[in-house]
């Protein structure tokens, strides 16, 4: 596998695993999960530059 293609993998799950975390901390009312939630989409998103 290319680097590519493995950044744009993990920027994939990044995202993914982002979005559920988001979704997890606000119907849970906790914010912890939703701050880690916005890290990783914002990581997932230098990933996807690279």
Avoid: D, H
């Avoid at 975390?21 to 990783?40: E, Q, S």
Wanted: charged share 10%.
């Amino acid at each position: 596998m290319s680097r590519k293609s493995v950044l744009t993998i993990g920027a994939f799950l990044l995202l993914v695993l982002g979005i559920y975390m988001i979704y997890f901390g606000t119907t849970k009312n906790m914010i912890p999960p939703t701050v880690t939630g916005a890290g990783f989409i914002i990581i997932a998103a230098v990933f996807w530059k690279l």
